[in-house]
């Protein structure tokens, strides 16, 4: 094993070894008898080694332990946005302040009562998202609830969607991810708050679980500007004497569902998740709450004729605005806790934001605020300081209704979450906003 010769061969053969710790070699020699130690010989001291080559060995070393490490961390980070490890937990606490809203999931042997969760699916990043992660983290703990961030089809709130289900949502559309992952959470949750991820809260907002808390059955929402079309009941098989026609559709952005009376609306064959009536999970979501006949708790307490939902004010057919119509819209909008987008755009862009979102508690920045989305964004959650609506407000909540029993729109709107956005910035918002900036806003 070491080059030796035959036996017998009997060469000149030194051949040196490294014996115990003395600093001495041993010259042996191979004989019919095995080894002899022949003589003792000094040993040479060794020069120590070089700076260079110090340097490439501490390279080779750490070329594995950084690759250790950084595939620590990569599991470690994809744990922590599932949200299935414990906070602290390993690496987890070197992520982002963002990421750090980490929890178990619980098993789904039972809801715990009062048990709460907040769910976002979102697989994208959008302006100042650290700061809005952080403020609905800071939101979920002060509401004692748990937050949930899913951004793919591959974790464990999908384990239980029929395989064709997830690849419709993959190459169709995962914007019925929302509604494909409910279940999960409503067996291990005693009501559940599903936010998409432009929903941004107030520090002062109220806790969204116990408002409304005397009518449990109601499903908790926000009244969109569109309606009930015969296509949304056509693609989802609604019956004909469910069919709520030209009533408020809900907006699905910001719903509170409870597991002891809504875990029925989530049992729709994913074959008929599709596009109707220019909407995706809205249209889906609302056909449900029709053919479950669900109570609906309006969180902006908006009595008829809904001023909240109203997207713009009154526009004359040359694109003028009246500043009359205007004012009354901007006061209409001052007594609503949650604005939406395109609401938002045009405050924004007339400078009547500031005014309006101090009584606000919750904002829906959807695609209808167009160029301002990213301002909107960045700012809207440190304007909002939900001056109290909700606390000792002297407007009485009205009743949780079904949607067929609320009332028609006598005049379908303008489709609210399609075209009508776009006056965001195909009017000249700032001239409107000061040509009628000399009346006070009606409150």
């Known amino acids: 094993p070491f080059g030796l010769k035959p036996f017998g061969l009997n060469p000149p053969w030194p051949k040196s070894f490294c014996l115990s710790n003395r600093p001495y070699s041993s010259e042996f020699r191979l004989s019919e008898v095995g080894f002899k130690v022949i003589a003792e010989l000094p040993r040479t001291p060794a020069l120590p080694p070089s700076a ?38 390993d690496g987890s606490a070197f992520l982002p302040p963002r990421r750090s809203f980490d929890q178990t999931i619980p098993e789904a042997a039972g809801t715990a009562a009062g048990s709460r969760a907040i769910v976002v699916f979102s697989n994208r990043e959008m302006a100042c998202s650290n700061k809005t992660w952080e403020d609905l983290r800071l939101y979920a703990n002060r509401v004692n609830a748990t937050l949930h961030h899913v951004r793919d089809l591959q974790g464990p709130e999908f384990q239980d969607v029929k395989r064709q289900c997830v690849r419709t949502l993959a190459t169709s559309s995962i914007r019925f991810a929302k509604y494909a992952m409910m279940p999960f ?15 941004h809260m107030s520090k002062f907002a109220p806790d969204i679980f116990s408002v409304g808390a005397d009518t449990p059955q109601a499903v908790k929402g926000t009244l969109d500007a569109s309606v009930v079309k015969q296509s949304h009941c056509d693609t989802y098989r609604v019956p004909r004497d469910l069919c709520a026609l030209n009533r408020r559709l809900v907006n699905s952005g910001l719903l509170v569902f409870s597991s002891q009376h809504h875990s029925d609306l989530f049992d729709e064959p ?100 167009f160029s301002q989305r990213d301002k909107l964004n960045c700012e809207i959650g440190g304007q909002m300081f939900c001056n109290p609506f909700f606390a000792g407000s002297e407007v009485p909540a009205p009743p949780a209704v079904e949607l067929l029993a609320s009332p028609r729109v006598p005049v379908p709107p303008r489709e609210g979450g399609n075209s009508l956005p776009a006056v965001v910035d195909e009017i000249d918002w700032a001239g409107v906003g000061s040509r009628c900036a000399g009346a006070a806003v009606v409150v």
């Open 52 to 89: 260079m080559a110090m340097a490439a060995l501490a390279a080779l070393l750490s070329v594995p332990l950084c690759v250790l490490l950084l595939g620590s961390l990569v599991l470690d980070f994809d744990c922590v946005l599932r949200g299935d490890c414990i906070r602290g937990k």
């Open 270 to 369: 994913c074959e008929r998740w599709q596009r109707a009536g220019g909407f995706y999970d809205q249209a889906l979501f609302n056909a449900m709450f029709m053919k479950r006949r669900t109570p609906i708790y309006d969180l902006n307490r908006d009595p008829e004729p809904h001023r909240c939902s109203d997207r713009s004010p009154d526009i004359g057919s040359d694109g003028t605005v009246n500043c009359t119509a205007f004012r009354a819209w901007v006061g209409n909008l001052s007594g609503c806790p949650l604005l939406f987008g395109s609401q938002m755009g045009i405050l924004s862009k007339s400078g009547r934001l500031g005014e309006v979102a101090q009584r606000a508690c919750f904002a829906h920045v959807t695609r209808g605020s």
């Open 185 to 199: 959470f409503l067996q291990r949750y005693d009501q559940v708050a599903l936010l998409d991820d432009s929903v």
